[in-house]
């Protein structure tokens, strides 16, 4: 029997306090498109190494700053002269922007549901003028669907993630249950929460009455942060998006509203819609992040690609499976040697 998590959050506690060990004979925990750093398209990426390699200031997350592109990251064209920055927050960019207006500013703005609304905030309040936003957002669900549609790929229910259910709400799985007989629990962090998430779904598939249900109570409602998604909506409207490794999702993803569009980074600087190269040859992240495989049957996993040195963006997030993988694989190979 295998359930399916959403969250590198719930990937980092399974991992790092041993839950799988835990986990009666013949249950399994598998990882899905829960990183949204790992799943952030390489022609976005190209795009803003492009901008900056021409003058503009790139400001992002940490997280994405040493994700590969088709030929090189942002801390490659850092090294290269470009002015990259890695901000904590949206806010900090914007005060970047504020501070230095003689200089052209763009937010790569990466991320689920979670972070969205902070961008749609600093959207609505009027950004600078000499700062604009390439959009980068992803939507869960429709990554949720997708696995129910990957023929080769089974599993028996679903672990939905805890931070981004504090926006969107219960009420989004509620499709799951109702049409494709999937259980969902929405979980917690810490160990005991993955653990009673795990047992509630192994509790609907023996009493054969799959349905949507919340361990999270203490964070989680059935309609979510409304505020935050009435910001998100006149902020962005729902488009089509690519997704790295699993190609294009219908409305899976955000856009600027067109009364937004002189922010819009795209339209600004006349980025053209592309694929960059996704992976790298020998990657396996694709099926990775769909749990068709663990990392460890990646031929590159801990060999040609390591923390220090990644290949494909699963190695390369502290929310992606392989580095979450390889940290504590890593760890237990200290602890044995010495």
Known sequence: MKICHVCGTHEWVIAHFGLRALLPEGVDVIAGPGCPVCVTPAADIDSVIKLALEGVVITTFGDIFRVPGSNGSLMDAKAEGGDVRVVYSISDAVEMARKEPNKEFVFLAIGFETTAPSTAVEVLRGAPENLSFLISHRLIPPAMELMLGVGDVRFDGFIAPG????????????????????????????????????????????????RLENEYKRAVTWDGNVRAQELMAKAFSVVDGFWRGLGKLPRSALDLREEFSKWDARRRYGLKPQRGRDLLPGCQCHLIIIGKIKPIECPLFLRACRPDSPKGPCMVSFEGTCRIWAKHALMESTTLSV
């Open 163 to 210: 931070h981004v259910s504090t926006i969107i709400g219960l009420k989004a799985y509620e499709v799951f249950p109702k049409a494709y007989g999937m259980p969902v629990v929405v979980a917690g962090f810490e160990p005991l929460d993955v653990l009673v998430g795990i047992y509630m779904v192994l509790r609907q598939v023996r009493e054969r009455r799959p």
